[in-house]
Nanobody
Framework: QVQLVESGGGLVQAGGSLRLSCAASGVDISRRAMGWYRQAPGKQRELVAA???????NIAASVKGRFTISRDNAKNAVYLQMNSLKPEDTAVYYC????????????WGQGTQVTVSS
């Protein structure tokens, strides 16, 4: 059974930092692109950052320069380092694993809440 388990969310003041982790089991992520998405109340889920199997990175304009994505294939894990957090970053953050061809998302995690206070 495939599982993506996020951790590291929480409550932080504006300007602070958090590091989200996504631990995968039941699937080898080394050959898959991985992504972090977020969904704020009343809004659609949006891409935050994605990293290919070759470690090419795509970062949303709204978080560029503040967030970074990385992967550790040996640990079967993906990370999202979030710095200079803003209240508008408040959302549930989801880890995702793309299909081997990278054309659609195969798996989602359950999400972790990030709340940034002003």
């Amino acid at each position: 059974q495939v599982q993506l388990v996020e951790s590291g969310g929480g409550l932080v003041q504006a300007g602070g930092s958090l590091r989200l982790s996504c631990a995968a089991s039941g699937v080898d992520i080394s050959r898959r692109a991985m992504g972090w998405y977020r969904q704020a109340p009343g809004k659609q889920r949006e891409l935050v950052a994605a990293i290919t199997s070759g470690s090419s990175i795509n970062i949303a304009a709204s978080v560029k320069g503040r967030f970074t994505i990385s992967r550790d294939n040996a640990k079967n894990a993906v990370y999202l380092q979030m710095n200079s957090l803003k209240p508008e970053d408040t959302a549930v953050y989801y880890c995702s694993a793309y299909s081997p061809g990278g054309t659609y998302i195969n798996y989602w995690g359950q999400g972790t809440q990030v709340t940034v206070s002003s």
